[in-house]
């Protein structure tokens, strides 16, 4: 596959060889090999970007990409032919030499489209959890019932297991996703005078399931060249980001912003020259915002809840399994396995599987609700579904009155986890980070008991834990997001929203609004006494706000879309506050204003800061003095870390996790970093600016945990990094300026752990390596793991770890 030669590099680096003796050898081509030798240099950096970033790659992308390295590949046949030309034929020189021009012009207008680097595509899974912390939870979460190994190594296995039973069960149960993929494909592929067709059914009935298999369709995708986009639109969408994307694609410029002015007189011209193009809309709620979403000359498909009959012609209704697919896939959630075994009472399991009424998501959520329970627990359940189905009400709210059933199964405090799902955005990943520092803070649990709880829902189908795979050991190939089906999110919220408003212990904004609810103005008069409050809305002014007070709120999440935020007045009334999660869901970053609120947080513990502008600190900032963890994820600095006279210990003295993901702009640390003595694990990812480390990183006595993940520009690490006694695992992977590793690396007595995966220049090893007495792993590449092999018999316990090339793309996809 062309593409896979393309990420792998392999192509470009033969070519630039080639190139480099064309101009060496051939008058009439040395200048176009010279101006391709710069151009493809240019292009190797961002080849390692989109591989090693974690972006998500949209369909049309890879389409790109594959047409690109199809251009490389006709260039490498071309520069053969060049240094197999005779000097003697000028003729067929001067041809070979403007073909090379071409060549130079084709490479010079997909890097013109490239760059800049950050914009290749909108990064969803970050890296959030650390070596040590991932060891620790082995060894206290050993003993669950979960299997043999680790719980991350079981949760893994879980998801892969998952996904092969549900592609093998659409073939041995899925009758109906079959018949209701071909009655779709019919209207996609065979109806061209169809532009706009659908596909319709109650939540959780499978709808995008059977959307996702579509794509997924041999036949669909060689009709459309495999230019299929996936966009899943939601109750509260960004219009105008979705129809610059949808338009962009048409064009094959995925970089239209949401402020581009589609030009109208060339929608109907395109429409008719265009390839041919899918567009698939998912979860659909609104007819004013599907009209906007359609554009000429491509066919739509439109996944809803409703029909639209004014705008689709043809609307496929997803129908409800049958009695023998329901049994089917209810026994494997139950039982794990298609059948009903022999101790079960059949009689009784067909009863439970009845009252679900042919629901994918119910049958999956009851059946592991149900596993490993006693006859009699079953039997209640039952009883309870049955007094669930009151006729009058439509059939999604009895979803919900049965899903309820599973929920009030869990124990209190899980129970409670999982209604906090219900504050996260519909329709978007829920980092783990950010949800397992809101169950610590609210529920005064520890992190291993957060993430006990995060797998007992994964394994009852009340979340879904999604990994997304990289090149290394499982600290790194593992990285871990959660989402949520609609239904269930709707539960959440269903349960939570209980009770008089001002009593709840969630305040929630179940969608974007423009402002916030009429109902919290009425009710405003009194205090909230919720512990959760969170807002979804676009842009807040100062005038937008009105007076609320929070006693009890101990979590505030801030969800909006917008260039610039007024940060809410009432933060000064929550004298609980102790996780604050601001995220700007804009394709710009976003000025925040009013930061004197962080006056009044004494009690703050946690701090999450998303795709904003982080302000200038000044004389009068306010210590944060309780603050533990701080994470910084696509934020612009704008030199305020370059600030002489910032002194970071005085404004968080207690601070012992410090995460900086994706930040573009930050060009080194300030030094006043190294006297950050509570400092226990330092992260700076992605942060491809970041040229240079403080020389006095080594003071920082406490820390445990050191990562420094796929910042291409840095070059040395301190020499004073020897001085980290404590220091427990290093990961310098992707570090591909990183020449070598300190001379005085051994005197680093507690190191456990390195990762130097991906670091190509580290040709040899310090003498003293063979000192780490504590090292017990080590991730590096083929080229080097033999530099280990001599440390090895000095170090009889060492586990070097060689890290595979893999071009597989799979990761990308959702």
């Given at each position: 596959?062309?593409?896979?030669?393309?990420?792998?590099?392999?192509?470009?680096?033969?070519?630039?060889?080639?190139?480099?003796?064309?101009?060496?050898?051939?008058?009439?081509?040395?200048?176009?090999?010279?101006?391709?030798?710069?151009?493809?240099?240019?292009?190797?950096?961002?080849?390692?970007?989109?591989?090693?970033?974690?972006?998500?790659?949209?369909?049309?992308?890879?389409?790109?990409?594959?047409?690109?390295?199809?251009?490389?590949?006709?260039?490498?046949?071309?520069?053969?032919?060049?240094?197999?030309?005779?000097?003697?034929?000028?003729?067929?020189?001067?041809?070979?030499?403007?073909?090379?021009?071409?060549?130079?012009?084709?490479?010079?207008?997909?890097?013109?489209?490239?760059?800049?680097?950050?914009?290749?595509?909108?990064?969803?899974?970050?890296?959030?959890?650390?070596?040590?912390?991932?060891?620790?939870?082995?060894?206290?979460?050993?003993?669950?019932?979960?299997?043999?190994?680790?719980?991350?190594?079981?949760?893994?296995?879980?998801?892969?297991?998952?996904?092969?039973w549900r592609e093998s069960s659409l073939v041995s149960f899925g009758v109906?996703?079959?018949?209701?993929?071909?009655?779709?494909?019919?209207?996609?592929?065979?109806?061209?005078?169809?532009?706009?067709?659908?596909?319709?059914?109650?939540?959780?009935?499978?709808?995008?399931?059977?959307?996702?298999?579509?794509?997924?369709?041999?036949?669909?995708?060689?009709?459309?060249?495999?230019?299929?986009?996936?966009?899943?639109?939601?109750?509260?969408?960004?219009?105008?980001?979705?129809?610059?994307?949808?338009?962009?694609?048409?064009?094959?410029?995925?970089?239209?912003?949401?402020?581009?002015?589609?030009?109208?007189?060339?929608?109907?011209?395109?429409?008719?020259?265009?390839?041919?193009?899918?567009?698939?809309?998912?979860?659909?709620?609104?007819?004013?915002?599907?009209?906007?979403?359609?554009?000429?000359?491509?066919?739509?498909?439109?996944?809803?809840?409703?029909?639209?009959?004014?705008?689709?012609?043809?609307?496929?209704?997803?129908?409800?399994?049958?009695?023998?697919?329901?049994?089917?896939?209810?026994?494997?959630?139950?039982?794990?396995?298609?059948?009903?075994?022999?101790?079960?009472?059949?009689?009784?399991?067909?009863?439970?599987?009845?009252?679900?009424?042919?629901?994918?998501?119910?049958?999956?959520?009851?059946?592991?609700?149900?596993?490993?329970?006693?006859?009699?627990?079953?039997?209640?359940?039952?009883?309870?579904?049955?007094?669930?189905?009151?006729?009058?009400?439509?059939?999604?709210?009895?979803?919900?009155?049965?899903?309820?059933?599973?929920?009030?199964?869990?124990?209190?405090?899980?129970?409670?986890?999982?209604?906090?799902?219900?504050?996260?955005?519909?329709?978007?990943?829920?980092?783990?980070?950010?949800?397992?520092?809101?169950?610590?803070?609210?529920?005064?649990?520890?992190?291993?008991?957060?993430?006990?709880?995060?797998?007992?829902?994964?394994?009852?189908?009340?979340?879904?834990?999604?990994?997304?795979?990289?090149?290394?050991?499982?600290?790194?190939?593992?990285?871990?997001?959660?989402?949520?089906?609609?239904?269930?999110?709707?539960?959440?919220?269903?349960?939570?929203?209980?009770?008089?408003?001002?009593?709840?212990?969630?305040l929630l904004m179940p969608r974007r609004e423009a402002e916030l609810p009429k109902e919290w103005e009425r009710n405003s008069?009194?205090?909230?006494?919720?512990?959760?409050?969170?807002?979804?809305?676009?842009?807040?002014?100062?005038?937008?706000?009105?007076?609320?007070?929070?006693?009890?709120?101990?979590?505030?999440?801030?969800?909006?879309?917008?260039?610039?935020?007024?940060?809410?007045?009432?933060?000064?009334?929550?004298?609980?506050?102790?996780?604050?999660?601001?995220?700007?869901?804009?394709?710009?970053?976003?000025?925040?204003?009013?930061?004197?609120?962080?006056?009044?947080?004494?009690?703050?513990?946690?701090?999450?800061?998303?795709?904003?502008?982080?302000?200038?600190?000044?004389?009068?900032?306010?210590?944060?003095?309780?603050?533990?963890?701080?994470?910084?994820?696509?934020?612009?600095?704008?030199?305020?870390?370059?600030?002489?006279?910032?002194?970071?210990?005085?404004?968080?003295?207690?601070?012992?996790?410090?995460?900086?993901?994706?930040?573009?702009?930050?060009?080194?640390?300030?030094?006043?970093?190294?006297?950050?003595?509570?400092?226990?694990?330092?992260?700076?990812?992605?942060?491809?600016?970041?040229?240079?480390?403080?020389?006095?990183?080594?003071?920082?006595?406490?820390?445990?945990?050191?990562?420094?993940?796929?910042?291409?520009?840095?070059?040395?690490?301190?020499?004073?990094?020897?001085?980290?006694?404590?220091?427990?695992?290093?990961?310098?992977?992707?570090?591909?300026?990183?020449?070598?590793?300190?001379?005085?690396?051994?005197?680093?007595?507690?190191?456990?752990?390195?990762?130097?995966?991906?670091?190509?220049?580290?040709?040899?090893?310090?003498?003293?390596?063979?000192?780490?007495?504590?090292?017990?792993?080590?991730?590096?590449?083929?080229?080097?793991?033999?530099?280990?092999?001599?440390?090895?018999?000095?170090?009889?316990?060492?586990?070097?770890?060689?890290?595979?090339?893999?071009?597989?793309?799979?990761?990308?996809?959702?």
């Amino acid at each position: 596959m062309a593409v896979t030669d393309l990420f792998a590099g392999e192509i470009a680096t033969e070519l630039m060889k080639m190139l480099l003796t064309i101009s060496r050898k051939s008058c009439l081509c040395r200048s176009s090999a010279e101006q391709l030798i710069s151009s493809i240099g240019e292009l190797l950096p961002i080849i390692e970007e989109i591989k090693y970033s974690g972006v998500e790659l949209p369909a049309h992308r890879q389409f790109q990409l594959d047409r690109f390295s199809e251009a490389l590949r006709d260039g490498l046949e071309l520069s053969h032919k060049v240094l197999a030309s005779p000097r003697w034929n000028v003729y067929k020189n001067l041809q070979l030499a403007r073909k090379m021009e071409r060549l130079d012009k084709t490479v010079s207008r997909f890097l013109a489209g490239l760059v800049p680097v950050h914009v290749l595509a909108d990064v969803h899974n970050m890296r959030f959890e650390s070596a040590e912390r991932f060891d620790r939870l082995e060894r206290k979460l050993g003993a669950m019932a979960i299997g043999g190994g680790g719980w991350v190594e079981e949760a893994v296995k879980r998801v892969e297991e998952e996904e092969r039973w549900r592609e093998s069960s659409l073939v041995s149960f899925g009758v109906a996703l079959d018949l209701g993929k071909k009655k779709v494909k019919e209207t996609v592929v065979e109806r061209d005078d169809l532009g706009v067709v659908g596909i319709c059914g109650i939540g959780g009935s499978g709808k995008t399931t059977l959307a996702r298999e579509l794509c997924r369709d041999d036949q669909v995708r060689s009709y459309f060249n495999n230019r299929i986009l996936f966009l899943t639109v939601s109750q509260s969408p960004n219009v105008e980001q979705l129809r610059a994307k949808i338009w962009g694609y048409i064009m094959g410029n995925e970089y239209l912003g949401a402020n581009y002015l589609i030009p109208q007189y060339n929608l109907q011209y395109q429409g008719k020259i265009g390839a041919r193009t899918l567009v698939v809309l998912d979860d659909v709620w609104s007819l004013s915002v599907l009209e906007r979403l359609i554009f000429p000359g491509c066919k739509i498909l439109v996944v809803s809840r409703f029909k639209f009959p004014s705008v689709i012609k043809a609307t496929y209704e997803v129908e409800l399994l049958t009695e023998d697919e329901s049994l089917s896939l209810f026994c494997h959630s139950a039982f794990g396995q298609k059948s009903i075994p022999p101790p079960a009472n059949e009689n009784l399991v067909k009863q439970v599987v009845s009252e679900c009424k042919g629901l994918p998501l119910a049958l999956k959520v009851i059946g592991a609700s149900l596993r490993d329970q006693s006859e009699m627990f079953w039997a209640s359940a039952k009883n309870r579904l049955s007094r669930g189905e009151p006729v009058s009400e439509p059939h999604e709210n009895q979803l919900l009155e049965r899903m309820a059933i599973s929920v009030g199964f869990l124990s209190n405090r899980v129970r409670e986890c999982f209604l906090d799902l219900g504050s996260f955005p519909e329709d978007r990943k829920i980092p783990l980070d950010i949800l397992i520092s809101i169950w610590v803070q609210m529920h005064d649990i520890d992190e291993e008991e957060a993430f006990a709880i995060l797998v007992e829902l994964s394994e009852k189908n009340l979340l879904t834990l999604v990994k997304d795979e990289r090149a290394g050991d499982m600290y790194s190939s593992c990285l871990f997001s959660v989402t949520q089906h609609d239904v269930l999110r709707d539960l959440a919220l269903h349960s939570s929203n209980q009770g008089h408003i001002n009593e709840r212990r969630r305040l929630l904004m179940p969608r974007r609004e423009a402002e916030l609810p009429k109902e919290w103005e009425r009710n405003s008069d009194q205090p909230f006494n919720c512990q959760i409050v969170s807002i979804h809305t676009g842009e807040m002014r100062e005038k937008d706000w009105f007076h609320m007070d929070f006693p009890k709120a101990e979590v505030l999440i801030l969800n909006f879309s917008s260039k610039e935020y007024f940060l809410p007045p009432f933060i000064e009334n929550m004298p609980k506050l102790r996780a604050l999660i601001v995220i700007n869901h804009s394709t710009a970053n976003a000025a925040l204003q009013n930061f004197s609120v962080f006056t009044n947080l004494a009690n703050l513990r946690s701090l999450w800061l998303e795709k904003v502008t982080i302000p200038q600190f000044s004389e009068n900032s306010v210590p944060l003095k309780n603050l533990r963890k701080m994470s910084i994820v696509l934020c612009k600095f704008n030199s305020c870390l370059g600030q002489s006279d910032i002194e970071l210990p005085e404004l968080f003295p207690c601070l012992s996790e410090l995460t900086i993901d994706h930040c573009d702009d930050l060009v080194e640390l300030p030094s006043s970093i190294c006297g950050m003595h509570s400092l226990k694990t330092l992260s700076v990812t992605n942060c491809h600016g970041l040229s240079e480390l403080p020389a006095d990183l080594g003071k920082l006595e406490n820390l445990l945990i050191l990562r420094l993940y796929a910042c291409p520009n840095l070059k040395t690490l301190p020499r004073g990094i020897y001085k980290l006694d404590r220091l427990k695992y290093l990961d310098i992977s992707q570090c591909v300026n990183v020449a070598c590793l300190p001379e005085g690396i051994g005197k680093l007595e507690s190191l456990e752990k390195i990762d130097m995966s991906e670091c190509s220049q580290i040709m040899n090893l310090p003498k003293s390596a063979a000192s780490l007495q504590s090292l017990r792993h080590v991730v590096c590449d083929e080229d080097v793991s033999w530099l280990w092999r001599d440390v090895e018999k000095a170090i009889p316990d060492l586990h070097i770890q060689v890290v595979e090339k893999s071009f597989n793309l799979d990761w990308l996809n959702e």
